[in-house]
Nanobody, 124 residues
Framework: QVQLVESGGGLVPAGGSLRLSCAAS????????MGWFRQAPGQEREFVAA????????YYADSLKGRFAISRDNAKNTIYLQMNSLKPEDSAVYYC?????????????????WGQGTQVTVSS
C-alpha cells in the first residue's frame, strides 16, 4: 500500500506560478511511477504529467508541455509539479497518483493509488 498526500494548492492570478507537492508513504521501496491528474467541475479526470521511479522519464499531456514540469526527489519520497503561466482553465482539483506501470505517451491507465487532491484556482 502507498499513501499519497498532496500540498501546495491555492488561489493564484492568471499568469502566475504554483508548485504542487505529493509525498508518498508506506510501501515506497517499490519502483512506483508517480504523477498528476486533474479534474475540473463537470469534466472528466485528465492526465497531467508523470515521472518514472528513477526520474529519468517524464510524460506530459500534450497541451501542458512547456508550462508544467514534473520532478521527483526519491530521498524525500516526493514529487513536484511546477506550474507556470497559469490560466483560468487550469483551475481544477489536482490528484497525485502512483502505479508500478508507466504511462504510454500521455496515457496512463488508471493508476492504483491516489491522493485526496488539492484545489488549484486561477483567477482571471
Amino acid at each position: 500500500q502507498v499513501q499519497l498526500v498532496e500540498s501546495g494548492g491555492g488561489l493564484v492570478p492568471a499568469g502566475g506560478s504554483l508548485r504542487l507537492s505529493c509525498a508518498a508513504s508506506g510501501r515506497t521501496s517499490r519502483s512506483y511511477a508517480m504523477g498528476w491528474f486533474r479534474q475540473a467541475p463537470g469534466q472528466e479526470r485528465e492526465f497531467v504529467a508523470a515521472v518514472s521511479w528513477s526520474g529519468g522519464s517524464t510524460y506530459y499531456a500534450d497541451s501542458l508541455k512547456g508550462r508544467f514540469a514534473i520532478s521527483r526527489d526519491n530521498a524525500k519520497n516526493t514529487i513536484y509539479l511546477q506550474m507556470n503561466s497559469l490560466k483560468p482553465e487550469d483551475s481544477a482539483v489536482y490528484y497525485c497518483a502512483a502505479d508500478l506501470s508507466l504511462p504510454r505517451g500521455s496515457t496512463w491507465t488508471t493508476p492504483g493509488y491516489w491522493g485526496q487532491g488539492t484545489q488549484v484556482t486561477v483567477s482571471s
